[in-house]
């Protein structure tokens, strides 16, 4: 008999009396003893949704925490306000895999250690967050994987896939009198026949499968509302789960399928829209933020002529500016982003009454290389340099998404990830020059028009 179970009983017979307990006398019959009601089993406290080593970091941090845990491998859990002991334990699973003592808590070079890592993760899926038109929901992309897209069967979504389509991803939408979450959610524990779920489960207004189908790995999201259901499919090859099993979860962690924009549209993009570059070799190559040199069909940089686009990649488009002449490029800083930084960049004219000057904005780096206040306009691609001069990142002004839903605001590409792209294409990195005597001369401004 187990403890609970003996507790029980000793609680139960502490409550009868046995007869010998009775008083004699042969006139009235012995008062019967009061009913004693059974002791009450104390019951544990409830634990604190949030450890209490966790309860004074800010909310922001602790959901940028546990988003860069999700990439990082160490954390598999709904990413929240709470910080529970689950995520305190994926701390510390990452202190221990890099030697650090294992406390739970980060100390700042532990934060900034667990912020470059799940950057390195993103950057080698080329993860964005992206809203789909057709089917009208937000998700999180592992873009570099799935280059590939076309309409999915049906027209009810967008499908994305490799090369050889060893990883996939399916948005749908599915709308109309007889639709029903729960009905949807039988059908993709069946359908295709190949599929082997592991796991199901319904919850409210939403329900997630996972499994095998045929070699491959499934998941799938979907949540109803109004006889509407919005979902995603991630299927992938089973030997590159060591890959997508973390992006799986950050995919269902930033899956939005009602977003409160316009049907998920985005705004039109501007006709003429202006950003900032960084120089990064004296033979003309620069860097800037790939969004907003999308759909171009001619990038100019202002007083110098038209560049070419010669790659995008990680959230960075690399431009050739031919027969340039005197650019002092910027040298790359060895660490990561951290602190007070200094942004160098060229505002939009509007900003500037029609002015091109390049001008320099003191910023602080907040949760997971966020900058704590947004850029004005035109400095997209502006450059964040150090107290030496030296180029830490590039700003993007796309949000910095966590896992979860929502972002966290604009942010930096890394100068690790600049080093590399330039490496890819034997571009030789800033550190062997020297950082610009003025960093404003190593910015230039770029126009994007568009048809």
């Not at 897209?149 to 749908?172: C, L, N």
């Not at 390049?358 to 947004?374: E, H, K, M």
Request: aromatic share 6%; net charge positive.
């Amino acid at each position: 008999m187990n403890r609970v179970a003996s507790l029980v009983v000793a609680v139960l017979m502490a409550g009868l009396a046995p007869a010998s307990a009775q008083a004699p006398g042969p006139a009235a019959p012995a008062r019967k003893p009061a009913a004693q009601a059974p002791a009450a089993t104390p019951k544990p406290a409830p634990k604190p949704a949030t450890v209490p080593a966790w309860a004074g970091v800010p909310e922001p941090e602790r959901i940028a925490v546990q988003s860069d845990l999700i990439w990082t491998g160490d954390y598999n859990g709904v990413i929240g306000p709470e910080f529970g002991e689950r995520a305190f334990a994926a701390v510390k699973t990452f202190q221990k895999r890099y030697g650090y003592r294992q406390t739970g808590v980060l100390e700042p070079a532990e934060r900034s250690r667990l912020a470059e890592a799940a950057r390195a993760a993103q950057g080698r899926v080329g993860w964005t967050v992206r809203d789909d038109r057709t089917s009208g929901v937000r998700l999180g992309l592992p873009a570099g994987l799935v280059p590939k897209a076309s309409p999915a069967p049906g027209g009810t979504g967008t499908h994305w896939q490799s090369g050889k389509g060893e990883v996939q991803v399916d948005t749908f939408r599915v709308a109309g009198p007889d639709v029903t979450l729960s009905r949807l959610f039988e059908q993709q524990k069946k359908e295709p026949k190949t599929r082997r779920p592991d796991y199901a489960v319904m919850k409210g207004d939403f329900f997630v499968v996972s499994g095998f189908q045929g070699l491959k790995k499934f998941y799938v999201r979907a949540h109803g509302r109004d006889r509407e259901v919005r979902g995603m499919v991630l299927l992938y090859d089973q030997g590159m789960e060591g890959t997508l099993d973390p992006v799986a979860v950050a995919m269902s962690s930033a899956f939005v399928p009602f977003p409160e924009s316009t049907a998920g549209v985005p705004p039109p993009r501007r006709r003429v829209e202006y950003a900032s570059a960084a120089v990064v070799s004296a033979a003309g190559d620069l860097v800037a933020e790939a969004r907003t040199l999308e759909q171009c069909r001619s990038v100019q940089v202002a007083g110098r002529g038209y560049a070419e686009i010669r790659a995008t990649a990680d959230g960075l488009a690399l431009l050739h500016l031919w027969g340039a002449h005197g650019l002092a490029p910027l040298a790359l800083a060895e660490a990561g982003p951290s602190g007070d930084v200094t942004l160098v960049g060229i505002a939009d004219p509007e900003r500037q009454d029609g002015g091109g000057a390049v001008s320099t904005l003191p910023a602080r780096l907040g949760p997971g290389g966020t900058l704590a206040a947004p850029p004005p306009a035109g400095f997209s691609g502006a450059a964040a340099v150090d107290a030496a001069g030296r180029l830490v990142g590039v700003v993007t002004t796309a949000p910095v998404q966590v896992a979860g839903p929502g972002a966290a605001g604009a942010g930096l590409v890394p100068a690790d990830t600049v080093r590399r792209l330039l490496a890819a294409h034997g571009i030789t990195p800033g550190p062997t020059a020297p950082p610009a005597a003025d960093p404003k001369a190593a910015v230039v401004r770029v126009i994007c028009v568009r048809d």
